[in-house]
C-alpha cells in the first residue's frame, strides 16, 4: 500500500501540538473553559454527514498457476465515477469518564456503464447494456479510552474492529426484435462480495479554541488477517467543529483514506488498492 506520508505526519504533529499547548492555554480564562467543558461533556452523541470524496481505486489479479497477471484501473478502465458523494453515520456512548463507545458507517455507491447498445438493421433491432456497480462499505465499532482530558482538550485511545465489505455487481441486459416482435431477450448479474472484520488502533484529539469553536484530528491504523483475506488500512482526518450548544454542533473538514486488500483463493490471487480523499461535513446531535 502506498500511503501519502504527509497525511499521516501532518495528523500525528497535531495531536501532538494539542497535547503540548492544551494546559498552558486552557487557564487563561476560567469562565470560558467552564463552559467548553460543558459543551464537549456529552454522554451520548450521534451525526449524519457527507463526503465529497476523489477515488483511486485498482486491482490487480494473479493466476497462481501459470504466475499471469492483469491490472484493472477501477475509474480509467472501467470508468467509475472519480468523484462522488459519499454519507456517513457516526456517533459515541460514553457511560464514564475515561472510557466509551464508538462507531461510524459510511458507504460506497458508485456506477457506471460497460456497454450499450441499440442497434437498428432494417428489420432487426439488437439493444443490450452492461453495467458495473461498486456498493462498498466500511463499519467500525471501537473502545475508546482517555488518555488525557481537560476543560479544553481532551485525547482518546481507540481499540476495535473494523469491517471492510467489498461488493461489486455486474448486471447485463440484452433483446433482439425482429420487425417489431421479441426474439430473444435475457438477463444476467455476478457478484463479487467478500466482508472482513480486521482489528484497529487509533488516536483521536481535540482542542477547544473557544466555547463555541474546536479543532480535532485522528488517525486509524487496521491491519489483520480474516480467511483468506488480508488487510491494512491508514485513515485520517482533520476538523473544524462548531457548538451551537452543548446539544447541537456542525463539523467539516478533510480526510483521507487508503487501503490495501488481498485475496487469496486457491488458484487466484486478487490485490486491491481502494482509496479515497476528500471533504467531509456534518451535523451531530447529543445528551
Given at each position: 500500500?502506498?500511503?501519502?506520508?504527509?497525511?499521516?505526519?501532518?495528523?500525528?504533529?497535531?495531536?501532538?501540538?494539542?497535547?503540548?499547548?492544551?494546559?498552558?492555554?486552557?487557564?487563561?480564562?476560567?469562565?470560558?473553559?467552564?463552559?467548553?467543558?460543558?459543551?464537549?461533556?456529552?454522554?451520548?452523541?450521534?451525526?449524519?454527514?457527507?463526503?465529497?470524496?476523489?477515488?483511486?481505486?485498482?486491482?490487480?489479479?494473479?493466476?497462481?498457476?501459470?504466475?499471469?497477471?492483469?491490472?484493472?484501473?477501477?475509474?480509467?478502465?472501467?470508468?467509475?465515477?472519480?468523484?462522488?458523494?459519499?454519507?456517513?453515520?457516526?456517533?459515541?456512548?460514553?457511560?464514564?469518564?475515561?472510557?466509551?463507545?464508538?462507531?461510524?458507517?459510511?458507504?460506497?455507491?458508485?456506477?457506471?456503464?460497460?456497454?450499450?447498445?441499440?442497434?437498428?438493421?432494417g428489420d432487426l433491432n439488437?439493444?443490450?447494456?452492461?453495467?458495473?456497480?461498486?456498493?462498498?462499505r466500511f463499519y467500525s465499532?471501537?473502545?475508546?479510552?482517555?488518555?488525557?482530558?481537560?476543560?479544553?482538550?481532551?485525547?482518546?485511545?481507540?481499540?476495535?474492529?473494523?469491517?471492510?465489505?467489498?461488493?461489486?455487481?455486474?448486471?447485463?441486459?440484452?433483446?433482439?426484435?425482429?420487425?417489431?416482435?421479441?426474439?430473444?431477450?435475457?438477463?444476467?448479474?455476478?457478484?463479487?462480495?467478500?466482508?472482513?472484520?480486521?482489528?484497529?488502533?487509533?488516536?483521536?484529539?481535540?482542542?477547544?479554541?473557544?466555547?463555541?469553536?474546536?479543532?480535532?484530528?485522528?488517525?486509524?491504523?487496521?491491519?489483520?488477517?480474516?480467511?483468506?483475506?488480508?488487510?491494512?488500512?491508514?485513515?485520517?482526518?482533520?476538523?473544524?467543529?462548531?457548538?451551537?450548544?452543548?446539544?447541537?454542533?456542525?463539523?467539516?473538514?478533510?480526510?483521507?483514506?487508503?487501503?490495501?486488500?488481498?485475496?487469496?483463493?486457491?488458484?487466484?490471487?486478487?490485490?486491491?488498492?481502494?482509496?479515497?480523499?476528500?471533504?467531509?461535513?456534518?451535523?451531530?446531535?447529543?445528551?
Amino acid at each position: 500500500m502506498k500511503f501519502r506520508l504527509h497525511h499521516f505526519v501532518s495528523s500525528l504533529i497535531l495531536v501532538v501540538s494539542v497535547i503540548a499547548s492544551s494546559p498552558a492555554i486552557g487557564q487563561a480564562s476560567p469562565a470560558n473553559d467552564a463552559e467548553t467543558f460543558k459543551n464537549a461533556s456529552r454522554k451520548l452523541s450521534v451525526g449524519i454527514g457527507v463526503g465529497i470524496e476523489r477515488f483511486d481505486t485498482n486491482f490487480e489479479f494473479t493466476n497462481k498457476s501459470t504466475g499471469r497477471s492483469a491490472f484493472i484501473d477501477a475509474e480509467g478502465t472501467l470508468g467509475l465515477p472519480e468523484t462522488d458523494v459519499v454519507p456517513i453515520l457516526f456517533g459515541y456512548w460514553k457511560p464514564g469518564k475515561r472510557h466509551g463507545l464508538g462507531f461510524s458507517y459510511f458507504r460506497i455507491d458508485r456506477r457506471t456503464t460497460l456497454l450499450a447498445i441499440d442497434e437498428n438493421l432494417g428489420d432487426l433491432n439488437v439493444t443490450g447494456e452492461v453495467n458495473l456497480t461498486d456498493r462498498t462499505r466500511f463499519y467500525s465499532l471501537t473502545y475508546n479510552l482517555t488518555a488525557f482530558q481537560d476543560e479544553r482538550s481532551s485525547v482518546f485511545a481507540s481499540f476495535g474492529l473494523y469491517g471492510l465489505e467489498l461488493r461489486y455487481q455486474l448486471d447485463a441486459t440484452g433483446a433482439i426484435n425482429f420487425q417489431g416482435n421479441p426474439v430473444r431477450s435475457g438477463e444476467y448479474s455476478a457478484e463479487v462480495k467478500q466482508i472482513a472484520p480486521l482489528p484497529m488502533v487509533g488516536i483521536d484529539a481535540w482542542f477547544s479554541f473557544t466555547p463555541k469553536w474546536a479543532l480535532g484530528t485522528k488517525v486509524s491504523f487496521v491491519a489483520g488477517k480474516f480467511g483468506d483475506i488480508s488487510g491494512t488500512v491508514l485513515e485520517s482526518t482533520i476538523r473544524v467543529r462548531y457548538a451551537f450548544n452543548k446539544n447541537f454542533g456542525v463539523t467539516w473538514g478533510i480526510n483521507y483514506f487508503d487501503s490495501a486488500i488481498d485475496i487469496d483463493d486457491d488458484d487466484l490471487k486478487t490485490e486491491i488498492n481502494y482509496g479515497f480523499d476528500g471533504l467531509a461535513m456534518g451535523i451531530d446531535v447529543g445528551f
